[in-house]
């Protein structure tokens, strides 16, 4: 069953401070892999995308790596601050149905504390 | 900022009610998407379309209806609203040909709809 696993589910840091975040999946065959963001109320907004042969993607002061044997991704977010407080949600997409539908986790709701 | 638009962007109505959630874009993007998200869950695909007068149901079970008239207009309708379809729904569109490679969906902000 192809899903996606995130963690934590939850995150609490201080504002300056650095943290990473887990996403573990079983989609196969894999195509890409999305972080995206999602602020309270609004829609998800794509931070980066990795491909199979890519094991590191940087935006700014965030940056995703992918193991694609181990079927492991992580976003690092460096020096925090108040506005990254958000859900960040990893989305995985398969290549081999004529749909290729995207697989969504449930999210790790990080907040930012001053 | 991707220009997709979503109206109202909260509605609370009476059970029984038909309601009608709108979804524009303005990218010219051929795919669009509805998807349902409940507090701390994942999105789950209820509609899709690959373009004009082409809907899809997708993986999560809905009694709500889409059209797909004009490129831009994906509206989701519901035509007896319940308390169970409390929930916030997302709008999506993408442009690439091949749903699943680098297939970017921007989405819109969502409509939080409560039915009493």
């Known amino acids: 069953k192809n899903q996606v696993e995130q963690s934590p589910q939850s995150l609490i840091i201080l504002e300056g401070k650095n943290c990473t975040l887990q996403?573990?999946?079983?989609?196969?065959?894999?195509?890409?892999l999305r972080w995206y963001k999602q602020d309270t109320g609004r829609g998800p907004v794509s931070l980066t995308i990795m491909t199979f042969s890519e094991n590191t993607k940087s935006n700014g002061r965030y940056t995703a790596t992918l193991d694609a044997d181990t079927k492991q991704s992580s976003l690092h977010i460096t020096a925090s601050q108040l506005s990254d407080s958000a859900s960040y949600i990893c989305v995985v997409s398969d290549r081999g149905s004529t749909l290729g539908r995207l697989y969504f986790g449930r999210g790790t709701q990080l907040t930012v504390w001053p | 900022e991707a220009d997709i638009y979503q109206t109202p962007r909260y509605l609370v109505i009476g059970t029984g009610k038909k309601i009608t959630l709108e979804c524009s874009q303005t990218m010219g993007h051929d795919k669009m998407y509805w998807y349902q998200q409940d507090p701390g869950m994942e999105l789950h695909l209820i509609h899709y379309s690959y373009g004009v007068n082409s809907t899809e149901k997708g993986d999560l079970s809905s009694e709500s209806t889409v059209s797909r008239i004009r490129t831009e207009h994906f509206p989701l309708t519901l035509e007896s609203a319940r308390p169970s379809h409390t929930s916030q729904y997302l709008c999506a569109s993408s442009m690439d040909r091949d749903w699943g490679l680098h297939n970017e969906q921007f989405f819109g902000p969502g409509t939080r709809l409560t039915v009493l």
């Open positions: 996403c573990n999946y079983t989609v196969s065959p894999f195509s890409n």
